[in-house]
């Protein structure tokens, strides 16, 4: 089993900071790409930014230059730094594991956190 745990959410005003984390747990040798996705009220889940192991990223447009991914990989763990926050990344932050390999080779299958609110206002 793999577990993955995100913190880091909360209320910020807009052009402020946060940090999100997420901690893979479990039988874990080693993960391929971690990612962070969101979902805001009434829209679908969307891709925010991924990294591989080999430290690759990608981003949403709607987020370059604003936020920045980046993983520990001794740690299993993936954060997501996001600077000038807007009203509109109010979202549940959902953190992924993908090519998540064990003892017995690859699961097959990504993980997903539970998620973590970031809310924007003033």
């Known amino acids: 089993q793999v577990q993955l745990v995100e913190s880091g959410g909360g209320l910020v005003q807009p052009g402020g900071s946060l940090r999100l984390s997420c901690a893979a747990s479990?039988?874990?040798?080693?993960?391929?790409?971690m990612g962070w996705y969101r979902q805001a009220p009434g829209k679908q889940r969307e891709l925010v930014a991924t990294?591989?192991?080999?430290?690759?990223?990608n981003y949403a447009d709607s987020v370059k230059g604003r936020f920045t991914i980046s993983r520990d990989n001794a740690k299993n763990t993936v954060y997501l730094q996001m600077d000038s926050l807007k009203p509109e990344d109010t979202a549940v932050y959902f953190c992924?594991?993908?090519?998540?390999?064990?003892?017995?080779?690859?699961?097959?299958?990504?993980?997903w956190g539970k998620g973590t609110l970031v809310t924007v206002s003033s």
């Open positions: 479990g039988r874990i040798y080693s993960i391929y790409a």
């Open positions: 990294i591989t192991s080999g430290g690759s990223t």
């Open positions: 992924n594991a993908d090519g998540v390999a064990g003892p017995g080779g690859y699961y097959g299958m990504d993980y």
